[in-house]
């Protein structure tokens, strides 16, 4: 912006100033000495308020332009503000999302249920994962082992022991999030399915 | 297939079987064992007997019934021992569990040998198909 104004002060001068000089020339033609010198200094004084008076033109025009980016600048600040400020609260309501513990209280919510010799009696998983983590269940049985989180990728597998009766049931879900099983109420739910 | 492969089959088997399987045997058809794990060798020339007449009988059977094939047969024992037997290919696998076993590791491991073997086996035809064009 600022170019183009100074090209367009350069041009304006260089027209002025051929203008003056073919003024001078015509006024040599046919004027006296002294009117001469008295022509040209007045018409040099009228040059020099021109010049005055377009200089001012430039430079309320620059300064407007000034005034513009200041405020365009300004305005950027706000926003990046108003952007880090809406960053912050988008930061905490995932957190908050991301602690928050979902709870699993049917079948429905779950992956897979799997007994303890390793065969999936509902819903579908990698079996090969579930044979796997059935035997180390079974090394952590001596040891009270209740529920499990294995992480696997980006997400976590959670896995609960659903009481004893003929079988050790096991209900899995693949979750990013924290999982808390409701026992009696899937282990109500699987009676209708696997018999009790 | 040589009998060094169908060891190596067994050895892979066993050894990811965290004790899974007490007893494994890759029999022909009419029976006799090709590649055995487990002592006394009569046992498995017995479970290898039984165990391929057994899966030839019942795949005859179910192809005439069903029109379909026998993947695998499980045999569930009083003792809590299983008998699994399954096609690998020519031969038929029979192995025997331990007590309470991880059947879910179990099959797993015979599903893999068999995508095995049906991989290897449909290299060799296209090798011999390769050779019969040369």
């Known amino acids: ?196 | 297939m040589a009998s060094k492969d169908y060891e190596e089959i067994i050895k892979r088997i066993v050894s990811k079987s965290f004790g899974q399987i007490e007893r494994c045997v890759i029999a022909s058809e009419d029976g006799l064992p090709l590649a055995t794990y487990g002592n006394p060798d009569e046992v498995s020339e017995i479970i290898a007997a039984i165990a391929a007449p057994l899966f030839v009988a019942t795949q005859e059977v179910m192809k005439n019934l069903e029109k379909t094939k026998v993947i695998k047969i499980d045999v569930e024992l009083t003792n809590a021992k299983h008998l699994v037997i399954a096609r690998l290919q020519k031969g038929i696998l029979a192995l025997i569990t331990s007590s309470k076993p991880n059947l879910g590791l179990v099959y797993c491991l015979i599903e893999s040998e068999m995508k095995r073997s049906e991989t290897r086996e449909s290299e060799v035809e296209e090798s011999e198909e390769l050779k019969l064009f040369e």
Request: aromatic content about 6%.
């Open chain 1, 1 to 196: 912006m600022l170019d183009l104004l100074l090209l367009a002060l350069n041009s304006a001068l260089s027209t002025i100033s051929v203008i003056l000089v073919l003024i001078v020339l015509r006024e040599l033609r046919r004027r006296s000495e002294s009117d001469l010198l008295s022509r040209i200094n007045a018409i040099k004084r009228e040059f020099v308020n021109e010049v005055k008076i377009l200089r001012g033109v430039f430079e309320r025009v620059k300064d407007s332009n000034v005034n513009v980016l200041s405020a365009i600048e300004t305005r950027l600040k706000g926003l990046d503000r108003v952007m880090s400020s809406l960053e912050e609260r988008l930061n905490s309501v995932v957190m908050k999302k991301s602690s928050a513990v979902k709870v699993v209280d049917g079948l429905d919510g779950l992956d897979c249920i799997f007994r303890d010799d390793g065969l999936i009696v509902y819903g579908s998983y990698d079996k090969e994962f579930v044979a796997y983590v059935t035997q180390a269940l079974r090394a952590l049985k001596d040891v009270g082992l209740d529920e499990l989180s294995v992480k696997r990728g980006n997400t976590t597998v959670h896995i609960k022991a659903l009481g004893h009766r003929s079988w050790t049931f096991y209900c899995l879900k693949e979750s990013p999030y924290p999982v808390r099983f409701d026992s009696e109420k899937i282990l109500k739910e699987l009676g209708g399915i696997v018999g009790q």
